[in-house]
């Protein structure tokens, strides 16, 4: 991960519980060839994983 505060500023929003949320990737191009199910469920933001999330926060 690269360790740019500004980056992950950006990327990742924190919640009120403390959570890490970020984008799924994927959907800024070359969307007319993916179904529509893979586009709508890449809508929706996911939680950072617990690997990564301990790194983050020394980046936030």
Known sequence: MKSNIKLANKRIKVTK???LLHRK???SHFRAKKARSVLLSKK???EV???VAKA???LL
Request: charged share 20%; hydrophobic share 15%.
């Open 17 to 19: 519980g403390g959570k």
């Open 25 to 27: 990737s994927g959907q």
């Open 44 to 46: 929706n933001t996911v």
């Open 49 to 51: 994983s617990d690997t």
């Open 56 to 58: 983050v926060r020394s």
